[in-house]
């Protein structure tokens, strides 16, 4: 396979973790006979620095020319400026809507040897594999926004249409594993919330009948994300509630460093990055973790390029490595040894090639 792959590395450690996203595609490519290409473009608080601009131009043509696109990480203290009238932040945004992906996926699936990395009670993490399924195009995000000397407000608005494309797409998910899904929503207090519950019932109904659906509370959901994890398959919800919650289950996992997240929508370019932010305090210092990087990999190969086998034997990859007792600091207990960012990728990388 020929295929061209966007690579954003942004700010922060987005360098560092797109790199090894990289080499391991390179890897992938080696080994199955694949011909992947890459485009390095600008974006967030680097195509503020060097265009002044969060997403140039050249970095929406090459995006919306590949089969798909790395992100690393966006934002920094350099460009923390509330009132600033451009942002890095802008730049994500407005790729997405580029892009046209509406639908955020969030695996969390727990790596036993990790177990102990997590904050919660490891009888708790037994069984946990999980998918949160975050609509990106609406909600308060997007919506209008004011500001005065003495008050401010944010709009929120959903539309029927985009509540149910993300509720076909969850329960589409959740017919390929164990019929479960949950709808998270604020529906005794929010409008916009009432009008996700009255959809996704309709459609639930009407298409998606052989599915069990649960409606929760986003309160109790962070709640039984910490209490009974294990209980979730297929969760689904809107833009802000999504965001909160997918990082209150990477503690799951024993660290945000160690999650993937893919971005799609009905389109063949998909977005691909870690759910970690820049982490400015560790830029620089080749600590990070790679596996959220190298895991969103494994989802674009899957996603956007249909290679099944490869991305089953990326995450094996990964799984292994972790399994074999390879550690970077932020997954490190009992006195492990650390490895560093390209030590870390190195092992992933020979656990695919042994």
């Not at 969060?54 to 009132?83: F, R």
């Not at 995450?315 to 970077?328: F, L, M, P, S, V």
Request: glycine share 8%; hydrophobic share 40%; charged share 20%.
């Amino acid at each position: 396979m020929d295929a061209l792959i966007t690579l954003l590395p942004g700010d922060g450690i987005g360098p560092e973790v797109t790199k090894s996203g990289q080499s391991v595609l390179e890897t992938i490519g080696e080994e199955f006979g694949h011909n992947f290409t890459f485009s390095r473009q600008h974006i967030g608080g680097s195509g503020i620095d060097h265009c002044n601009d969060p997403l140039p131009s050249d970095t929406v043509s090459s995006c919306n020319e590949s089969n798909a696109v790395i992100l690393g990480a966006v934002g920094g203290p350099k460009w923390d400026n509330p009132n600033a009238k451009i942002r890095p932040e802008q730049g994500l945004l407005g790729l997405r809507a580029a892009l046209k992906v509406f639908a955020n996926i969030r695996p969390v699936k727990i790596i036993p040897s990790l177990s102990k990395a997590s904050p919660l009670k490891e009888h708790l993490l037994k069984n946990v594999d999980l998918l949160v399924i975050r609509e990106l195009t609406g909600g308060i995000y997007f919506g209008e926004k004011q500001r005065n000397d003495s008050s401010a407000s944010d709009l929120c608005i959903y539309h029927n249409y985009e509540v149910e494309r993300i509720i076909r797409f969850a329960a589409n998910l959740a017919k390929s594993r164990r019929n479960k899904l949950c709808s998270v929503d604020k529906a005794n207090v929010l409008e916009t919330s009432r009008l996700w519950r009255d959809v996704t019932t309709k459609i639930m109904a009407s298409e998606f009948s052989s599915i069990n659906i649960e409606h929760i509370l986003v309160d109790a959901a962070a709640m039984y994300l910490i209490s009974r994890p294990a209980d979730f398959d297929v969760i689904v919800t809107e833009n802000m509630f999504g965001d909160i919650l997918t990082d209150e289950a990477s503690m799951l996992s024993g660290s945000m460093g160690m999650l993937p997240s893919a971005s799609l929508g009905d389109g063949r370019v998909g977005l691909y990055e870690p759910i970690h932010g820049s982490a400015p305090d560790i830029a620089g210092k080749g600590i990070a973790n790679p596996c959220g990087m190298i895991g969103s990999v494994a989802l674009l190969l899957r996603h956007s390029l249909d290679l099944q086998e490869e991305a089953d034997l990326l995450e094996k990859a990964i799984y292994d490595a972790i399994e074999n007792g390879a550690r970077t600091a932020d997954i490190a207990t009992n006195n492990e040894k650390i490895l560093s960012t390209e030590e870390m990728t190195q092992v992933i990388t020979n656990c695919l090639v042994k």
